[in-house]
């Protein structure tokens, strides 16, 4: 069983920084991309940051050069660090990984759990 586990999220005042980290754990070959999206209250799932293996980042307009996504393939995990945090950042942010579990499986697709990031104005 292939799961990702997040952790991070919280509440800050705005300008102040958070960190959130997703690990994916059980039988992973290996891992193509990572991803952070975030829904922000009435609005639909958006998609914040992606990495890809030997690729650059990529960011919505809104978050470049304020949050950096990161990952570390010996762990299998990715981080989003978010710095200048707005009141528009206040969302649930969930975490999203293509993966294969062998080499002769596709492609599946994992979502965390969600984390919930608030930020006060």
């Known amino acids: 069983q292939v799961q990702l586990v997040e952790s991070g999220g919280g509440l800050v005042q705005a300008g102040g920084s958070l960190r959130l980290s997703c690990v994916l754990r059980?039988?992973?070959?290996?891992?193509?991309?990572m991803r952070w999206y975030r829904q922000r209250p009435g609005k639909q799932r958006e998609l914040v940051a992606e990495?890809?293996?030997?690729?650059?980042?990529t960011y919505v307009d809104s978050t470049e050069g304020r949050f950096t996504i990161s990952r570390d393939n010996a762990k299998n995990a990715v981080y989003l660090q978010m710095n200048s945090l707005k009141p528009e950042d206040t969302a649930v942010y969930y975490c999203?990984?293509?993966?294969?579990?062998?080499?002769?499986?596709?492609?599946?697709?994992?979502w965390g759990q969600g984390t919930r990031v608030t930020v006060s104005s």
């Open positions: 990495i890809r293996s030997g690729g650059q980042p």
């Open positions: 059980g039988r992973i070959f290996s891992i193509s991309a």
């Open positions: 999203n990984v293509d993966f294969r579990p062998t080499p002769r499986d596709n492609n599946f697709v994992r």
